[in-house]
Nanobody, 123 residues
Framework: QVQLVESGGGLVQAGGSLRLSCTTS????????MGWFRQAPGKEREFVAA????????YYADSVKGRFTISRDNAKNTVYLQMNSLKPEDTAVYYC????????????????WGKGTLVTVSS
């Protein structure tokens, strides 16, 4: 049974930082592109960041470029999202996603989703 479990969400003031983690089980982690998506209240889920299976290629939404950094540790089956200079508009539920041999940048290509972790940024 494949599981993706996010952690690290919470309440932070604008300008602050958070680090999200997603630990996986039940899949061969190094065979998957990993991504982070988010969904704000009343909005559709959107792509945030992704990293290829080797970690040599990363992708970011324009809205987070320069502020967020995605990384992975294949030995720990874990992907991270370091979020700096947070803004109130970053408030959302953040979801971890896995795509087999893919880039994990499109909703439609995702094979597995986590249940999400809430990030709230106060102004």
């Amino acid at each position: 049974q494949v599981q993706l479990v996010e952690s690290g969400g919470g309440l932070v003031q604008a300008g602050g930082s958070l680090r999200l983690s997603c630990t996986t089980s039940g899949l061969t982690f190094s065979f998957y592109g990993m991504g982070w998506f988010r969904q704000a209240p009343g909005k559709e889920r959107e792509f945030v960041a992704a990293i290829r299976w080797r970690g040599t290629s990363t992708y970011y939404a324009d809205s987070v470029k320069g502020r967020f950094t995605i990384s992975r540790d294949n030995a720990k089956n874990t992907v991270y999202l370091q979020m700096n200079s947070l803004k109130p508009e970053d408030t959302a539920v953040y979801y971890c996603a896995a795509e087999h041999w893919g880039t994990a940048t499109e909703n439609g290509g995702i094979n597995y989703w986590g249940k999400g972790t809430l990030v709230t940024v106060s102004s």
